[in-house]
């Protein structure tokens, strides 16, 4: 019990930090980003294939991991999505076509990898850090889940301070709920959406590394299956509220494993489309996500 | 030319099968519908459809029908569940339909033949029947894109508000679209699965979703022919990147993108519009001065 | 009709007779493109009742009552671009043919007559795209008055025009009138109301501040201070 607890909390803590970038992203820029799982995939990807050439030690994978990341967000905010936007004819159409365009955009780092990779697993084989597993109370629990959890807490709890409390969080959260009148006030959106691309990319990126470490190895296509479970913490907990992708990671993990231990296993896909659909439907808003106030 | 039939003969259904798959997909954008329900619909029209074959032995009409039957009432009821869900709410909530259907399909024990899928659905469908169906599909379409339904569809998509002070009953015209995009993508998996003889629950994943939309993006989302264009491309597309070997996916992946991001009405768009450009310019250089100040007098003010 | 707390508009009771036009006059904001919403049912009541021949429609949808022969402009153009001139006005005409109540070949006599009396005659190939701003705003007319409406509800038409072509939509109005039109135009142009209209509504915060003919709805003191002070100046 107390182990399916552990995992869960582990699992939670990926899917958070997955998911951080994403609803940042969303609920400031109002960008879905359908690309964050294939950079979220091809940072750990990179760092992969760099480790096996050198041998580094865990934090130089995440500072490339996280680098990769940030560099492939922003350059598919300048090559994609900047594009579309200034070209899209209103809010409605552009939303559709920045869906799209990140489904497409997501095809090339997925072709790479499973190009490189021959669509095989690859990990850290490379690296010199070794995941230790402590043993208490009949609990295992290993050194990279404990950084796992530590990670997605510190990072979560701090990007809720910092859109909080900073200058840059405040002029952040006002492009997402009125962009003209934060341009009237001289935010200037085009940096800022930039930056927190790059903030988003980087928290794909690490999370990346992370969940190689935690799993030992991941697939090309391990993105996708991210990007809807990140997807449905985002609604779960309501679009834009930071707070609320905390709870929903949190709350999906544990939904899932109870799913997990209690049945055959397979339909623990359900849970997360299972969400998506009956928050969509029953409570658009999510649990903490403020009400529409956008003008459409 | 009895040669090339034979041995593409997998292409040439295939090209078929993606195009009323692509349309299942097309339709209900063409709607101002942004639903993915059709590739879910058309995971029930193959189950149902190799179910009624394997267990039953009904013949391919009637268990096409019946997959279809039922992804038509299933789509009905979507319609219904997510009316007040608009735009990309709407895209993800149906795209979580899609996936349910696959647990579905894992889940279902015996009647699905569980994570390995159903095997053996033999029957004797052939091309002949895909021409004839697609031919169907495509003139019932094409008179749908055309005159006063051509119009009110073009109405409801652009300006449902508009839409409504026409005298249009949007929402009738939203279910329509759920309703039809399932039929389509009901038939398309029917008939795949009869081809194929297999059906197994990874067919039916995201990637398919991606694969369809694709399809649309390429070729364009406006008309039916930019379904068949995108259906054709990403059909013979990797056969003929055989050349670029190990780098064809790249390839692939950079097409896509340029597309959604440039090319946002598709290789169609693209070719109406040079072709209302041409026409423009054919009209402007035969008219005399008559009627023409008002094209050139064109205002900068906007409305208070 | 509240928006966020704020009643759009109150207390307003107003009866329209056949064959006449009613002009409503008002400053941005004071509810005019409100209350054209809230009659053509785009918004819901909080309060209050609409009628038409002494019928309650007040719970129908926005379709149903345009499908009763009434149409309305927009306050902002409202074209579908990839549709041709002609093609936007035969819309308008859609919604009667197909319900049988007029025979078909007859829609194109009708989509001709409009785009004529509309002054859009050599255009019908044309995308709104291609169109100066006032040419679409008659593109929106046309469309409107293709169906022969009994109510035509008109929000800002002549904007964006100019002064000929604002006299040229007057004498269209005036011209539908005398064939039993009754019409809601809603416009900024106090000039063109007095000519245009039989019976003015002036509005200011969502109220009515003064109703009745034209020219001395707009000498009453409360309607100057609230919107004519400065532009009336202008027009006169």
Redesign the interface.
């Known amino acids: 019990m107390l182990q399916d607890l552990i995992n869960a909390l582990s699992l939670g803590s990926i899917y958070l930090l997955f998911a951080l970038g994403m609803s940042l992203v969303w609920g400031t820029v109002g960008i879905l980003n359908f690309a964050h799982g294939a950079i979220f995939m091809f940072a750990a990807f990179v760092s992969s294939v760099i480790t096996d050439q050198v041998r580094l030690p865990l934090p130089a994978l995440i500072v490339i991991g996280a680098a990769v990341g940030a560099l492939l967000s922003v350059a598919v905010q300048l090559l994609a999505f900047q594009p579309i936007m200034r070209r899209a004819k209103d809010h409605r159409s552009g939303e559709m076509q920045i869906l799209i365009g990140g489904i497409g955009v997501a095809a090339i780092p997925l072709a790479i990898a499973e190009e490189v990779t021959g669509s095989n697993p690859f990990g850290f084989a490379g690296s010199s850090y070794v995941t230790s597993t402590f043993s208490l109370l009949g609990v295992r629990v290993t050194s990279t889940q404990l950084m796992v959890v530590a990670a997605a807490l510190v990072i979560g709890i701090g990007v809720i301070v910092w859109l909080r409390f900073s200058r840059s969080g405040l002029a952040l959260r006002s492009i997402g709920v009125d962009p003209e009148t934060a341009s009237l006030m001289g935010v200037n959106r085009r940096v800022l959406s930039l930056s927190t691309m790059a903030v988003a990319g980087g928290l794909a990126g690490l999370a990346g590394v992370l969940l190689t470490y935690n799993l030992g190895a991941i697939t090309p296509e391990s993105g996708d299956v991210l990007l809807i479970k990140a997807f449905a913490a985002v609604i779960l907990g309501g679009v834009g509220s930071m707070a609320g992708v905390i709870v929903g990671a949190y709350v999906l993990a544990v939904a899932e494993t109870i799913v997990l231990t209690q049945t055959s296993g397979l339909w623990v896909d359900a849970v997360s489309f299972g969400f998506i659909f009956a928050v969509l439907l029953f409570k658009s808003e999510g649990l903490f996500g403020r009400r529409e106030v956008r003008r459409t | 030319m009895i040669a090339w039939y034979d041995t593409n003969i997998i292409l040439i259904q295939s090209t078929f099968v993606g195009l009323l798959m692509a349309l299942s997909l097309q339709v209900p954008i063409r709607f101002g519908v942004f639903s993915f329900a059709g590739i879910g619909c058309y995971g029930i029209g193959a189950y149902v459809a190799a179910i009624m074959t394997i267990r039953y032995e009904w013949p391919a009409a009637a268990a096409i029908g019946a997959g279809m039957l039922i992804a038509g009432v299933v789509g009905y009821l979507l319609a219904l569940t997510v009316r007040r869900l608009g735009g990309l709410y709407l895209g993800m909530a149906t795209i979580a339909f899609d996936l349910i259907v696959g647990v579905l399909a894992v889940n279902g024990g015996d009647l699905t033949g569980g994570p390995s899928g159903l095997f053996g659905a033999l029957a004797d469908v052939t091309t002949l029947h895909l021409v004839l169906i697609s031919a169907v599909v495509i003139g019932l379409l094409a008179y749908s894109e055309r005159g006063a339904i051509g119009r009110r569809v073009e109405a409801v998509r652009e300006d449902p508000e508009l839409a409504a002070s026409m005298g249009i009953d949007v929402r009738r015209h939203r279910q329509a679209a759920f309703v039809i995009s399932a039929l389509l993508g009901a038939c398309a998996g029917g008939l795949n699965v009869l081809l194929r003889t297999t059906i197994a629950p990874t067919d039916i994943g995201f990637s398919l979703v991606v694969l369809a939309l694709t399809m649309i993006i390429v070729g364009g989302s406006r008309s039916w022919a930019g379904a068949l264009i995108g259906a054709m491309i990403f059909t013979w597309l990797p056969g003929f990147l055989e050349f670029s070997g190990q780098w064809q996916k790249v390839i692939y992946g950079v097409i896509v993108a340029l597309a959604a991001i440039w090319v946002p009405g598709g290789l169609l768009g693209m070719m109406t519009d040079a072709y209302r450009s041409w026409q423009r310019s054919r009209r402007d250089a035969g008219s005399g001065d008559g009627d023409r100040t008002p094209l050139g007098s064109r205002a900068e003010g906007t409305p208070a | 009709m509240h928006f966020g707390g704020v009643k759009a508009v109150d207390g307003l009771s107003i009866d329209l007779t056949e064959g006449s036009i009613f002009g409503v006059l008002g400053p941005?904001g004071s509810g005019k493109s409100t209350l054209l919403a809230a009659l053509?049912r785009?918004v819901d009541l909080t309060a209050g009742s609409l009628h038409l021949d002494g019928e309650e429609y007040h719970r129908i949808?926005?379709?149903?009552f345009?499908?009763r022969g009434v149409?309305?402009t927009?306050?902002?153009v409202?074209l579908?671009?990839?549709?041709t001139v002609e093609?936007n006005v035969?819309?308008?005409a859609?919604?009667i043919?197909?319900r049988g109540i007029r025979e078909r070949g007859k829609g194109d006599d009708d989509v001709a007559e409009a785009i004529g009396r509309t002054g859009l005659?050599?255009?019908e190939?044309?995308?709104p795209g291609?169109?100066?701003?006032?040419?679409q705003r008659r593109v929106e007319i046309a469309?409107a008055i293709v169906a022969k409406p009994r109510l035509l509800l008109l929000d800002?038409p002549t904007?964006?025009m100019n002064q000929s072509e604002r006299q040229e939509i007057s004498a269209l109005l005036r011209e539908l009138r005398e064939e039993g039109l009754t019409q809601v135009l809603v416009e900024?142009d106090v000039q063109m109301m007095v000519d245009t209209c039989d019976h003015l509504f002036a509005m200011n915060f969502g109220k009515l501040i003064a109703d009745g003919v034209p020219a001395s709805v707009v000498r009453e003191p409360a309607v100057r201070e609230a919107y004519l002070g400065k532009r009336w100046s202008e027009h006169v």
């Open positions: 941005n053509t785009f949808p926005a379709a149903t345009a499908r149409a309305r927009f306050q902002t409202r579908l671009p990839g549709l093609e035969r819309l308008g859609d919604r043919r197909g005659r050599g255009l190939r044309h995308r291609e169109l100066s701003y006032g040419a469309r800002e904007a964006g900024h």
